[in-house]
């Protein structure tokens, strides 16, 4: 496989380069024919299955992962890959991304997602990685389906699909580039791109004309390792009855800025009832900044705890933060001096800088 070999190797020199630290320890980038093998499998599937098993998630415990700004210091592929190398040898499950096309000042420099996605796929072995949250109104489903279904092939079916409205709060990023600014018309944009991509994702020729998108006799292969498609979890905020109906008919909710356990107990109820005639695996993902105690939140339903950092947080924060939390499910504070040598104690993104 010329291309991933070529990728692997273009990565591993980036990561070598005296720009980006090289002292630290780091494993090699191994484990594509591993990741191959599980592609060629996807391919050798029945092209439509009645009732497909999905194993993207073990519910054994609380899983943990970093959810990285990759804005400034933090917008060079090459070193976030870096980190998730790091994160992934100190025990984290996973390394999510932001995905914008632009922050407000003083954030100057923002990296693409799906690229940095790759990075971290051809650095990493074992991490649940994918872009938490990504804005679906302001894409075109189709490619989506494409760079889902490819980057989950990538990386041996590891990715999770996070989506939402997006919004135009903290950088103008739709109304700059003519994006939809109602957000009851990007909700429906985005009802109908995951109904796209549920379609793409099976395989069989797509056949859809809505009110905002047409995809007319298309066959989405090769299809995504992960059977029956790429897991996918909805944000929203807390109290929002629609985001919970969206998010009940996926695998997950990720609920944005969340204050209290007890909120997330109410979701976790909610989502339950609301599935009660289906026992596929689901996920709900909690965003706590180093210092939060995630147990309590684990005791509301919580699966998954993703360390946030603000914008414009640096390499070094980040790096002290993953090396000093690793995968524990205790707080930094339960370590002594954990979160003061992490220089990040109680920090958090602004307040409603997401997504419902």
């Known amino acids: 496989m010329p291309v991933l070999d070529g990728t692997g190797t273009r990565c591993l020199a980036r990561l070598r380069s005296e720009d980006h630290d090289v002292g630290a320890k780091r494993p090699p980038l191994n484990g594509f024919s591993h990741r191959i093998r599980r592609s060629q499998e996807a391919d050798m599937a029945p092209q439509q299955r009645s009732t497909p098993p999905r194993k993207h998630t073990d519910h054994t415990g609380l899983r943990s992962a970093l959810w990285l700004p990759i804005f400034d210091a933090l917008a060079d592929p090459a070193v976030v890959a870096r980190l998730a190398a790091e994160a992934e040898e100190a025990g984290w499950h996973g390394v999510f991304v932001w995905d914008h096309l632009r922050w407000r000042a003083p954030v100057r420099?923002?990296?693409d997602p799906w690229i940095t996605l790759a990075a971290i796929a051809t650095a990493t072995d074992r991490l649940r990685l994918g872009p938490m949250v990504t804005p679906l109104a302001r894409r075109r489903p189709a490619k989506v389906a494409r760079e889902t279904a490819t980057l989950d092939r990538l990386s041996g079916g590891r990715l999770t699909l996070g989506v939402g409205l997006g919004s135009d709060r903290f950088g103008g990023e739709l109304s700059k580039t003519g994006e939809q600014l109602d957000d009851r018309l990007r909700g429906q944009m985005l009802d109908e791109a995951l109904e796209i991509l549920t379609a793409a994702w099976s395989g069989a020729p797509v056949h859809h004309r809505g009110r905002h998108y047409t995809v007319e006799g298309i066959q989405f292969l090769p299809r995504p390792v992960q059977q029956p498609g790429v897991p996918v979890w909805v944000a929203g905020f807390p109290g929002n009855v629609k985001p919970l109906r969206r998010a009940a008919r996926h695998d997950g909710f990720f609920p944005t800025n969340l204050e209290h356990p007890d909120q997330l107990a109410e979701i976790v109820a909610t989502i339950t009832e609301l599935r009660q005639h289906t026992t596929a695996p689901y996920d709900f993902a909690v965003g706590l900044s180093p210092g939060t105690d995630p147990a309590p939140y684990?005791?509301?339903?919580?699966?998954?705890?993703?360390?946030?950092?603000?914008?414009?947080?640096?390499?070094?924060?980040?790096?002290?933060?993953?090396?000093?939390?690793?995968?524990?499910?205790?707080?930094?504070?339960?370590?002594?001096?954990?979160?003061?040598?992490?220089?990040?104690?109680?920090?958090?993104?602004p307040k409603d800088c997401s997504y419902s």
């Open 298 to 349: 684990a005791e509301a339903g919580a699966t998954w705890w993703l360390a946030e950092f603000p914008p414009g947080v640096s390499l070094d924060e980040v790096r002290a933060c993953s090396a000093t939390a690793r995968r524990h499910p205790e707080p930094l504070s339960a370590h002594p001096d954990g979160a003061a040598r992490a220089g990040l104690s109680r920090v958090s993104p």
């Open 109 to 111: 420099q923002v990296a």
